[in-house]
């Protein structure tokens, strides 16, 4: 009786040593893979279907084989991983599809897609690692006047906010005796009831629409509570910053953009058309500087032309920037500051700083974090395959 077990398990031992074998020496022959996306460049939130096709050729039926994919975003180095298990047998193609969904902005690769096969048994594996690049880009969702100036104004006057905010009105250089054919929106009445003559405005003709957003993308800034995401608040000020630049792009104004990310990087518009180094700019902007924000936005005010605008986009306001603003202001340069802050509604010290700020002719806009992204929204690989 002990002889036909043994003679059983070495019949048994050889099978499956001549399996294993004819797995390892067989299988994966020839392996191509081809992928495709649905598109290229996509904004923020948005979603990339990926269609994958994979052709193998093995003289053995394959019980199982696992695809494994990876994206990797250049920004952060955090992996969006997929993986696929199929049963093959005799069949030499097979196609999937999945989904990443609620893509952050930034820059994505993929190289190496890893198949794997095996015997039935669990005691061999074998791998094989194709080499198939492909990038796509996720661009900052712009902001819209509803982000800027909150839901309480319709479309129409919020695009009136954001373009008084962007283009310039003359400004009164000096008021004179009125005189016939003088326009009627140009009497300064307040000064004619106290003179008890008409008196008309003399408009400052030296303006012209120039736009300076400064971004800050130094370390810090929001604090995460309440729920808030890792970094929501300098997101929030990206899209603030790409909002400003789209709607500029539709008006008569040149723009420039300015930002701390790593020492004081500078981003230039030649003519109010070209979108094209800003985009590419907030798409990869990290808020990773070292460089103090406060110093910027003192040497850009220093050197802002006659009649430009500076508007601040910031998450953080600390004293040293607010005495800044105050000490820098000058009565015909526009200055705004648009504060992204990480709850609903300012505290007292923070309407005391506006207070501050509008009486030396600085304008605050508090953006309170949306509702949509006071948790966390992170990126989900999903299978869409049938």
Not at 96 to 108: A, N, V, W
Not at 153 to 178: E, I
Not at 306 to 334: A, H, M, Q, W, Y
Not at 347 to 354: A, G, P, T
Request: aromatic share 10%.
């Amino acid at each position: 009786m002990s002889s036909y077990s043994a003679w059983f398990l070495f019949y048994i031992s050889s099978f499956i040593g001549l399996y294993c074998l004819s797995i390892r020496l067989l299988s994966f022959r020839k392996v191509e893979a081809v992928r495709q996306i649905s598109r290229n460049h996509m904004v923020a939130g948005d979603e990339v279907t990926v269609n994958l096709a994979i052709t193998q050729h093995s003289y053995v039926p394959l019980g199982w084989i696992t695809v494994k994919e990876e994206w990797v975003h250049q920004g952060t180095q955090k992996p969006y991983i997929h993986r696929k298990l199929y049963v093959p047998w005799l069949n030499k193609v097979f196609r999937y599809s999945y989904k990443i969904t609620g893509l952050p902005r930034g820059q994505y690769h993929a190289h190496q897609i890893e198949i794997t096969t095996g015997d039935l048994f669990g005691f061999l594996r074998k791998s094989k690692f194709l080499n198939v690049p492909m990038n796509f880009t996720v661009q900052p969702k712009p902001a819209n006047h509803r982000f800027l100036f909150g839901d309480g104004l319709s479309r129409y006057d919020g695009d009136k906010a954001v373009r008084q905010m962007l283009l310039n009105t003359p400004q009164v250089s000096h008021v004179r005796n009125y005189l016939e054919g003088d326009a009627m929106n140009r009497i300064h009445w307040k000064m004619s009831s106290r003179l008890n003559d008409l008196m008309t405005k003399e408009m400052d003709t030296c303006f012209e629409n120039h736009v300076i957003v400064l971004l800050n993308a130094a370390k810090g800034g929001m604090p995460t509570k309440a729920g808030l995401a890792p970094d929501a608040g300098f997101e929030q000020c990206v899209q603030a910053a790409a909002g400003l630049l789209q709607y500029g792009r539709q008006l008569p104004c040149r723009m420039e953009l300015v930002c701390n990310s790593s020492g004081s990087q500078v981003v230039r518009l030649a003519n109010r058309f070209e979108t094209g180094p800003c985009n590419e700019f907030l798409t990869h902007v990290m808020n990773k500087g070292n460089a103090a924000f406060t110093p910027v936005v003192r040497e850009e005010i220093q050197g802002l032309p006659s009649g430009s605008t500076l508007i601040c986009v910031t998450s953080s306001l600390d004293d040293s920037l607010v005495k800044v603003f105050v000490e820098r202001r000058r009565r015909n340069n526009p200055i705004h500051i648009m504060f992204i802050m990480g709850k609903a509604m300012p505290s007292e010290q923070e309407l005391n700083i506006k207070q501050t700020l509008k009486l030396s002719g600085c304008n605050l806009h508090y953006i309170p974090a949306p509702e949509n992204l006071r948790e966390q929204v992170l990126a989900e690989v999903v299978d869409v395959s049938a």
